[in-house]
């Protein structure tokens, strides 16, 4: 999937957009489906068709097995909107979208509260002209057009319920888990410090819960004293926990 860090990279996933000076936080903007309709759901429509494609890798399996395996359970705080955590069988009661979800439509004017399932919603983009062809999503309401239930820069038509609805659950799981004697192991997966909220939100809810921060990242695995940082992508991070985990199992076995 193509990665947005930096501009250069942004412009290579996306040359017309390159060629229009625009930078990821200035298409990512809602004045786009007012200003250029065709245009905002080219960008939108590509990646939300890219991400119905997408089989989420391995690393979302072993995640999955270690986080169900926990007496605790699990549950998923992320800013990705491709909702490959959903998709990899991660209960959607679990999952915290502080972004929105891609899969997740709502009017663009916000005549009503209302927020759809895309589920059947078709977006089809002229590749070569990087347009969106009509129909292009209407309010089920109103019939205006219809935009991403995704926070964007300068966002202030966006419908909040949804996400704050996977807040409420999030905070009383972490509730349930301060009252007991768990132990949290947060897994910080590729959070930068842009736009810091998943990097705040683990080190936060450790200031509640005594427990273990894990950070991969890369490129910032800087880490609060005591707590864990793997210079690593999601993927190979995840292997190498798993692979510890298996060795101390095997060390903890009686040999005979
Ligand atoms: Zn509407």
């Known amino acids: 999937m193509p990665d947005f860090r930096g501009t250069q990279g942004f412009w290579r996933a996306y040359p017309v ?55 605790g359970g699990y549950f998923v705080f992320t800013s990705n909107v491709d909702g490959q955590f959903q998709k990899a069988g991660f209960a959607p009661e ?21 927020i759809w399932d895309a589920e059947g ?64 192991a947060v897994v910080e997966l590729g959070a930068g410090s842009a736009v810091p909220t998943v990097r705040h939100t683990s080190e936060r809810v450790l200031q509640g819960i005594s427990g273990t921060l894990i950070r991969v990242n890369p490129r910032e695995d800087d880490v609060p004293s005591g707590q864990i940082g793997l210079p690593f992508g999601a993927a190979e991070g995840i292997r190498r926990i798993c692979d510890c985990a298996e060795s101390l199992a095997r060390d903890a076995k009686p040999r005979g």
């Open 94 to 114: 679990r999952v915290v979208e502080c972004h929105g979800s891609i899969h997740h439509f709502q009017c663009a004017t916000s005549c009503t509260d209302e």
């Open 17 to 71: 957009i390159a060629k229009l000076g625009l930078s990821f936080e200035g298409m990512a903007n809602p004045a786009w489906f007012e200003e250029n309709p065709h245009l905002a759901w080219a960008f939108y429509g590509h990646r939300l068709n890219l991400y119905r494609k997408t089989t989420p890798h391995q690393g979302f399996n072993q995640l999955l097995e270690i986080g169900a395996a926990k007496p």
């Open 121 to 184: 919603e078709a977006v089809n983009v002229e590749e070569s002209t990087f347009r969106a062809l009509e129909p292009l999503p209407r309010c089920r309401n109103c019939s205006a057009l219809a935009r991403p239930n995704i926070l964007m820069f300068g966002d202030w038509s966006w419908l909040g319920h949804r996400t704050e609805a996977q807040h409420e659950r999030f905070t009383k799981w972490l509730n349930q888990l301060a009252k007991s004697l768990a132990k949290l």
